[in-house]
């Protein structure tokens, strides 16, 4: 038994070699892939639900690798995060979202302003660095204030929320929105609300997958959106995938929505012939 469980110990400390070994090379490769052009930010957009218009776009981080093709930010993300490197891939692409924001309201100035909506991660915010780099952005793109919007996960603000409510609150005082992500699956998430400073939270897709289904899930989402605006604070659902999806939320008076039947995440070009 004694030399099977060393052999089993063996195996496993392999298949954790292995894990190691492809996050570091994952770092390597990372490391140097916004200079070789292989990282670029795609836009999914966003629309309200009141009178189904364009109002705004998420930016989203994508990553073409030489030989594995397109890596999921899912995975990417966290290797990012974890090695530091998103201090300076986060910066990037919030200056190309709001270069691309202010190029369309350009070329289109007839088409009311539209925000762009930068995700920022948990380090990204613990550095302190945050409201200094948006200021530089606005600054150096004139992308205004108001059409820039900033997500942040539980996460981020989980641990120290006097710290993370103090940044938020500077981003506020200027004019940026700040919206909590992926909203209903931490554990904590009405507690935040009442120490963190948000305009508004993104339902989580998991709720909204079936909300056509599951009576639980409805009466949940139609919570989340009543509470929030009780406390005055807008509602996003991400993940619509269907027109009856699309109906129920509008009837529950879910402010805007994202998702793969309303439009799928696209380059700034292909975004931009949504605005003709
Ligand atoms: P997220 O912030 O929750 O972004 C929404 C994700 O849902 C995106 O995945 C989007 O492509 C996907 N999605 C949109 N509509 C639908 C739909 O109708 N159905 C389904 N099943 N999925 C939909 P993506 O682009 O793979 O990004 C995954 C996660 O990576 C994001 O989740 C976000 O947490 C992170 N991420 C992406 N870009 C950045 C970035 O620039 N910075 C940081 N810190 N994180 C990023
Ligand atoms: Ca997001
Ligand atoms: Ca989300
Ligand atoms: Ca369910």
Redesign the pocket.
Known sequence: AKVAGKNCYRFYSRAMDQAVERRVRMEQELRGAWERGELS??Y?PVYRLRDNRLVGA?????WHHPEQGMV???VF?DV??QSGL?ET??PQ?LRV?CRDAMRWQNEFPTVEPLFVS????PR?LRSGELPGLVEACLRETGLPASQLHV?L?ETAVIGDELHASTLLSRLRSIGVKVWL??FGTGFSGLSHLRRVPVDGV?I??SF??DVLRDPDDLALTTAIIAMAHSLGITVVA????KEGQYAILRERGCDLA?????G??SSAQDFARLLI
């Open positions: 930010v795609a999914q998420e930016a989203l981080l994508r999921s930010p899912a993300i990012a995060e998103i891939i986060g692409v979202a930068v995700n920022v991660s990204q997500e996960t992500d992926d993104k989580d897709r909204i997958a991400e993940g619509v995938e994202q998702g793969y039947w309303l799928h995440p």
